[in-house]
């Protein structure tokens, strides 16, 4: 149950980078890295699912309660996760998910909760996503702009 921490850009809590499936996890260590970070996987192009991250996120850029990134052609799911964490950071930070890259697939989040309040300059409480299908989702965290 400590805290994760990266000297370099990007940095999970529970998983660095998953193709496959990762499920039933729980974080509650405090997760720093200079960029892209997330409670649970920081990279995904599977499915992430009943997971729990309980610990904040500190970072830079792209930071998520659950995800942090999607990359270019991949695609992710997203489902039944709750993020009890705060997220601090520059910009594109969501309380579930970061950011999916230009030429991302479908990122899928359902069923997930957001708890967590969010501090950037851009953000979104739920994801950041040109092509998300974000469906059955609760949101009772609240985003705060920072210059």
């Known amino acids: 149950m400590g805290a994760a921490v990266s000297v370099g850009e990007s940095v999970g809590g529970i998983v660095g980078s998953s193709k496959g499936t990762v499920s039933g996890c729980e974080n509650y260590g405090t997760i720093k890295g200079t960029g892209r970070s997330a409670g649970i996987v920081y990279y995904s192009n599977g499915i992430i699912e009943n ?5 904040n996120v500190v970072g830079g850029w792209d930071l998520g309660g659950i995800l942090a ?4 052609g991949q695609s992710a799911t997203i489902k039944n996760c709750t993020n009890n964490g705060d997220i601090t950071g520059t910009w594109n ?5 970061g950011l999916a890259h230009d030429n991302a697939g479908t990122v899928t989040i359902t069923g997930c909760t957001n708890n967590g309040h969010i501090k950037s300059t851009t953000g979104g409480q739920i994801s950041i996503a040109v092509k998300a299908v974000i469906s059955e989702c609760t949101e009772n965290g609240s985003w705060t702009k920072v210059e």
């Not at 930070?93 to 998910?97: A, D, L, S, V, Y």
């Open 69 to 72: 990134w999607v990359g270019d």
């Open 51 to 55: 997971c729990i991250n309980n610990g």
């Open 93 to 97: 930070n969501g309380g579930i998910f």
